[in-house]
């Protein structure tokens, strides 16, 4: 009851958005509508138990990710109870400095084995929901002599979102990664232009070749300033200032790209954090 009246109040003020300068471009009207479903599974545990089973199967053989294990006999038996096993470790504000770099690269292959391997995602992998590990264990140096090493581990709550990829938009994807890693901003926009993009009035015919370069030289001042920071990732405010030029054409970026990316950055802005 609680989740409807919000869903009521967030919808009202949807639209009250879409008479504001600068709301109004960014489409939040439909990226409501789009999400209404999703925060709806949000709150349904069994479909939440589905999804930790999911990555727990892709991450059986993973040591560095622990998920927990969920026992989905009582949330079938209780909808509105959900009990796993408890992950013990630290969050970001309480892990040591030395260990933060490993920590980051963890998350990073975490997110890339999920995109590249499997075409799923983690769609709110914010710091609240990654619990920092650190276990030891006794070995043998190369003089024979008994030492005890850490090892660290990063667990990996909350799957009341997450999202699931085509192998085509998969390999566009892996194309676009490809393509910022490259460095080359004039490629890059016209990857975002040709494969990144969609037309937001259907019925309305293709655009002409010259305005298409108009956008690819618009959007290329953008992706330069990107790809010329390492410490800056392709995120929200990118998306919003490319977006805003493509819709000048009768353009937007594709929903399946605009999903990926940001659950990405989310994760990113952890890893920056690290």
């Known amino acids: ?20 300068p600068y709301l109004c471009d960014l ?46 006999y009582f949330t079938e038996h209780n909808p509105c109870a959900i009990i796993m096993d408890k992950i ?40 609240g929901n990654v619990i920092f590990m650190k276990e030891y264990h006794t070995c043998k140096d190369e003089n024979n002599n008994m030492i005890t090493e850490p090892i660290l581990k990063i667990g990996i709550i909350d799957y009341g979102i997450i999202g699931t990829m085509t192998r085509e938009e998969q390999d566009v994807f892996f194309t676009f990664f490809k393509i910022l890693v490259g ?16 037309k937001i009035d259907k019925s309305k015919p293709d655009i002409s070749e010259g305005h298409k370069n108009i956008l690819v030289n618009k959007i290329s ?19 919003y200032e490319i977006n805003k030029i493509l819709k000048t054409q009768n353009l937007q970026f594709s929903k399946f790209f605009c999903r990926v990316e940001l659950a990405i950055a989310i994760s990113e802005n952890v890893c920056n954090s690290l």
């Open 1 to 20: 009851e609680k989740f409807n009246k919000s869903i009521e109040e967030l919808e009202l003020l949807v639209n009250i958005s879409s008479k504001i």
């Open 27 to 72: 489409n939040i009207s439909d990226l409501f509508e789009e999400n209404r479903e999703i925060m709806t599974n949000q709150i349904n545990f069994l479909n939440e138990v589905k999804n930790i089973n999911i990555f727990r199967e892709k991450f059986n053989d993973v040591h560095t990710i622990c998920i927990p294990e969920v026992y989905y």
């Open 221 to 239: 001042t953008i992706c330069f300033a990107v790809l010329q920071n390492d410490a800056k990732f392709f995120g929200g405010e990118e998306i």
């Open 88 to 127: 013990e470790g630290n969050r970001i504000e309480n892990i040591l400095n030395e260990d933060k770099h490993e920590y980051s690269k963890i998350l990073s292959r975490f997110n890339l084995k999920c995109v590249f391997y499997d075409a799923i995602y983690h769609a709110d992998l914010h710091s």
């Open 183 to 198: 460095k080359d901003h004039k490629e890059l926009s016209i990857f975002i232009t040709e494969s990144l993009s969609e």
